[in-house]
């Protein structure tokens, strides 16, 4: 039975990796760093302080991280400002699909409290959901299990119960290993040989899940 689903946030909900990885070159080049859309994505899916440790061992210990994390925050919060935040095709009608069918909701992001419930206030999502868990409220960091396990207990449901969407390779080991139902929504990252197995549906767009799950209906509790 699925009484509960819980949603990754960057590259899932939003298309905010793209925006992030081109004020990333933005930055990178202005102060003569070697960057490409290749070193972004290792960094894809993970917390603040893996994101730090694979960039100082890239450029170095004096590589300021953190000065250009807060450069890209600053730059990110003006874009999307300026354009609002970029939507993810199928978004609200899976929004909307879940609410009607009673499935409780939560996010699981690695992304900070700070910036996670900024962005989903402004993209108008908030009151879709029952509880927020950000990567500054969990000790371990994806593809550890941690955030799903949290995710899951906070709104009542047992993982067993929920279903998962992921767009990162460590994201759908996460909730894999939170034994959740899984689905892929590839963003940057397509899934390799060695996660295919722990996917239960692999879609392009959020509402194409609506399919998988109508098709599931026996599994859901109303």
């Not at 029952?130 to 500054?136: Q, T, Y």
């Not at 549906?201 to 209906?217: G, M, N, P």
Request: glycine share 6%.
């Amino acid at each position: 039975m699925i009484k509960g689903a819980i949603f990754d946030m960057d590259g899932l909900m939003f298309d905010s990796e793209r925006l992030v990885c081109s004020i990333w070159q933005e930055m990178m080049d202005e102060n003569g760093y070697e960057f490409s859309v290749d070193i972004f994505k290792n960094t894809i899916g993970l917390r603040q302080d893996k994101s730090k440790i694979f960039y100082t061992s890239l450029y170095g210990n004096d590589f300021d991280y953190d000065h250009f994390k807060a450069q890209s925050r600053e730059r990110f919060y003006k874009r999307i400002e300026r354009d609002g935040v970029p939507i993810k095709k199928g978004l609200f009608t899976l929004l909307d699909y879940l609410k009607s069918q009673n499935i409780k909701m939560a996010v699981a992001t690695s992304t900070s409290s700070q910036t996670a419930l900024k962005v989903i206030r402004k993209a108008g999502i908030y009151e879709y959901f029952d509880s927020f868990v950000c990567g500054d409220d969990v000790k371990n960091g994806k593809p550890h299990p941690e955030v799903f396990l949290t995710a899951a207990e906070r709104i009542g449901v047992s993982p067993e119960e929920c279903i998962a969407f992921e767009d990162s390779i460590n994201g759908i080991k996460s909730a894999f290993s939170a034994n959740m139902t899984t689905v892929m929504v590839p963003d940057f990252l397509q899934p390799t040989d060695e996660i295919k197995p722990q996917i239960s549906f692999l879609c392009k767009s959020l509402d194409e899940a609506i399919d998988f799950i109508e098709k599931h209906k026996k599994l859901i509790t109303l």
